[in-house]
């Protein structure tokens, strides 16, 4: 089967760093994707990790440790245009669909 | 812009009724996946289309059909609509069959009445 968990809600200030948390229980892995979704629009990607470690994007760093089914986006240097759900998602194999987590609502205050 | 498009954005109808929503992938593109969400709720995915055949099925309704055509745009059907229907769909494309990063379109909202 499949399991993601994420918090639900997160609070941050402007400026600050901020991690999202994400684990999840796959039969297969395949990666792992984070989305970043802002009310009412479509998600857009942010980052997918296939190998254990650390990818830096930018003000974004995505990580991943397959052994212990754990992930984690990492947000520096907060701006308000972050205020928006993030969302881990992880295919159930190879050739098939992809399974989202609930999202995490970000609030970041200025 | 993630070249994805879907038609109509808004579509209010009342229960009982019938709706199709259009999506067209990414040129290039092959797999068109149909999603879900409700208000406070995750992405629900629905089905998968790869290059006109249907690989892959989420929680979608028997109520609920959808097919993608030989110019591999995609159309949702979604029938007998009931009140819990109205949600955000959102149809994504992505390049290969496997896992790969999907473009999101900009959704339809329907609200059933």
């Known amino acids: 089967g499949q399991n993601i968990d994420q918090p639900t809600e997160m609070t941050a200030t402007e400026g600050a760093i901020v991690q999202i948390n994400c684990t999840y229980q796959t039969s297969g892995f395949n990666g792992l994707f984070w989305y970043q979704q802002h009310a009412g629009e479509a998600p857009t990607f942010l980052s997918y990790n296939v190998l254990d470690g650390l990818e830096e994007k930018g003000r974004f760093s995505s990580f991943l440790s397959r052994s212990k089914g754990y992930s984690y986006l990492l947000l520096k240097e907060l701006q308000m245009k972050d205020s928006a759900s993030y969302l881990c998602?992880?295919?159930?194999?190879?050739?098939?669909?992809?399974?989202f987590g609930k999202g995490t609502r970000l609030h970041i205050l200025p | 812009d993630s070249g994805v498009t879907q038609t109509p954005k808004h579509l209010i109808t009342a229960t009982g009724q019938r709706v199709t929503l259009r999506c067209s992938p990414r040129?290039?593109?092959?797999?068109v996946y149909w999603y879900q969400q409700s208000l406070d709720q995750g992405l629900q995915f629905l089905i998968q289309y790869y290059n006109g055949e249907e690989r892959a099925k989420g929680n979608i309704l028997e109520r609920f059909s959808a097919q993608q055509f030989p110019d591999l745009h995609s159309e949702l059907n979604l029938s007998s609509l009931e009140l819990g229907d109205s949600a955000l769909y959102f149809c994504a494309s992505s390049s290969s069959l496997s896992a790969d990063t999907q473009y999101f379109g900009p959704g339809t909202r329907l609200t059933v009445l």
């Open positions: 040129s290039g593109d092959l797999s």
């Open positions: 998602a992880v295919p159930q194999n190879r050739d098939d669909k992809i399974i």
